[in-house]
């Protein structure tokens, strides 16, 4: 059984007295079958990878800068959990993620939030031999003053996420990479092949889970917890899609965002770009309609979320909230991201999320500079008993709702502001509106989706290609942009692949 990190627990500890907060597989539940079935129909790289050079020293691996490390990290992962709980592999897998996930901070954290320096790397740091000379004190001494840069164990510590269209194309090719890796069927001798990306997007698939992580004060501990486990998965940061800077567009479906070179096509099946073939454990393609339905977030949104001086005003159940706005993009978008059980089979769903997250985390900001209210204990006593402070945040095994408000969480990462006006931090994707004074994202110039357009035709051919899918139930939306079609895809109802708590 994983236990939450001693440090991470005497935080969370002394915010709640008597909680202790256990990492069980008890309420963890998922199919088996057909979850190891279904990576037969997942195309793999092919690569010959040697995993033995990422063991470490007492025999377990980790993820290093290599992608390669990833698969042979999450290979290694389900062994142990086959040989710790045969029956149950699948709950002990995701078990080992959690708490990698909650245990990033261990020994780091701190009560405010902040990132704090260390002895241990800074030793290391400054007696680290080379020519078999130790480094002079002086210039230690200068690292040391730099501050938090200084520190590996640090970085790794708190991650930064950034908007997606201030990535390097290093930072964004390695992410896009970890997560077609993670889409691999992996094999494990004698117990067929498990697809990791599947079984992570199938925690939000439960009805249980929905009603536990929707439609109260729960949704945002809920969702930080789940970027986390991601993030744990991958081994690097998830960026943030700010919509703001698309909505703010003439037309937000011309956006460079809806190419190869960052998420694919927005409209039909995605047969190109970074997540190109894939494949739903539904085996249904990969599908989107941009600007259908829903809203992007504008910036009117988010200005009023940032008057609120409390939680109880900011989340369900009520009006004009951060879960009720972060609706819109999902029917936006459309195809599986418009569905409760299937939004996570899109990748666009992390990033989306983790820009719901910064909003958030800006509130949380704001409340602590007022200085009436710490956000840490400003859990709203509303809503479904699910959401309850101390209810567990199913699938998260005794993790309590209110510990999704905890310093410790939001320790674990820190946000790169969005780029501002006048240059828009320098990033060839947007540009300057000088009349609004925000930066916006830049068109696509090829794809700019003129009335009766020879694009267009091939939009509506690309839509019409694919033909009916199958989804839950789809998201309840309040706020409609002006601009959108009506024209929402047909869908069937979810086919029941048994999953069950």
Known sequence: MAVVGDEATDAYSSETPGLVLLITSSILALVTGSILIRGLHQHTSGRNRKCQQYRGSHGNFEITEK?????????????LALDSSPTHALHAYVQELLWKALSRCEGYGSENGKRERTKTTMKEKCFRKKNGRKKQKGKCKRKRESGIKTSTN??????ERKEVRMMSRTEWKRFVNR???LKEAIPVQGHGTFVPYDIISDLHRENITIHASHGGPGFLGWHRVYLLLLEAALGVPIPYWDSRMDYDMTNPTDSVLWTSEFFGPGFGIEDSGPFANWITPENESLVRNIGNNGSLVSSDMVETLLRYTQHSLAVEPSINTIEDIHVGPHRWVDGQMSSLETAPQDPIFFLHHSFVDYIWSKLRDKMRKIGKTDPKFDYPCKGPVSHDPYATMIPFGNLPNIYGYSDHLESLTHYRPPPTCPDCGGSPYL??????????????????????SETTKNIRYRIRAIGIIHLGRKFEYHIIDHRTRGDTLNFLPLINRGISL
């Open 431 to 452: 540009l300057c509106d000088k009349v609004i004074q925000r930066c916006k994202s830049k068109p696509d110039k090829l794809t700019t989706h003129s009335f009766d």
């Open 179 to 181: 997560l077609n890796i």
């Open 67 to 79: 992608d390669d490390s990833l698969y042979c990290f999450h290979q290694h992962l389900y062994r």
């Open 154 to 159: 640090i970085r790794r510590c708190s991650w």
